[in-house]
């Protein structure tokens, strides 16, 4: 597949569904404890439906997400197909109470 595939791939995805989380492994067995805090952070904000894609089942959206955000790490939070961040920064905006009032103007947008 082409890079342009991969990114078309990619922004499908992450238009198609309100909340998605490009993780390693799955919400129920996630593969590091970075993408499994992610879930945690989601899951203490309310959000239960969210969709996730395991970057380990596809070797190309593993890559092609690091180029598509120009992040160079997984797990990554795309909100209304925006690039929310990584781990850290969902932990931090969970914290501050940003990543909620986030999560809750996407239900209603």
Known sequence: MSVMDIKQRIKEQVTAHPVVLFMKGTPQFPQCGFSAMA???????????????NVLADAEIRQGIKDYANWPTIP????????????????????????????????KA
């Open 76 to 107: 990554q939070l795309y909100v209304n197909g925006e690039f929310v961040g990584g781990s850290d920064i969902l932990r931090e905006m969970y914290q501050s109470g940003e990543l909620q009032k986030l999560l809750t103007s996407k239900e």
């Open 39 to 53: 879930v945690q952070v989601l899951n203490a904000c309310g959000v239960k439906d969210f969709h996730s894609v």
